[in-house]
């Protein structure tokens, strides 16, 4: 069992920056792919960027492409998401995810059916 923890929301102004973290404790997040989603309200839970078990594939929904940046260190059981020029429609709870299917292609990790652990989420905020 692999429980998740986010940190690292909050209110910004449009334009502004946050760094979200999603810790891992239970069991180590290397053999995992993992995943940020975020559910707006009244909206359905959609992707926002996923990234391999090595950190050397990623993808990203084409709303945060050019602005978010996924990322992780194995070692201290951490995935990050670096999120730049943020708009008022990034507003959401961020969820992270992790996912031990094999033999995927990479673009359907882009899909909640393949995630099997998720943290409880951290909101972000931006103000116009």
């Known amino acids: 069992q692999v429980q998740l923890v986010e940190s690292g929301g909050g209110l910004v102004q449009a334009g502004g920056s946050l760094r979200l973290s999603c810790t891992a404790s239970?069991?180590?997040?290397?053999?995992?792919?993992m995943g940020w989603f975020r559910q707006a309200p009244g909206k359905e839970r959609e992707f926002v960027a996923a990234i391999s078990r090595a950190g050397t594939i990623t993808s990203y929904a084409d709303s945060v492409k050019g602005r978010f940046t996924i990322s992780r260190d194995n070692a201290k059981n951490t995935v990050y998401l670096q999120m730049n020029s943020l708009k008022p429609e990034d507003t959401a709870v961020h969820y992270c995810?992790?996912?031990?299917?094999?033999?995927?292609?990479?673009?359907?990790?882009?899909?909640?059916?393949?995630?099997?652990?998720w943290g409880q989420g951290t909101q972000v905020t931006v103000s116009s």
């Open positions: 995810a992790a996912s031990r299917s094999l033999g995927v292609d990479f673009s359907d990790y882009a899909t909640e059916v393949y995630y099997h652990y």
């Open positions: 239970g069991r180590a997040l290397g053999p995992y792919v």
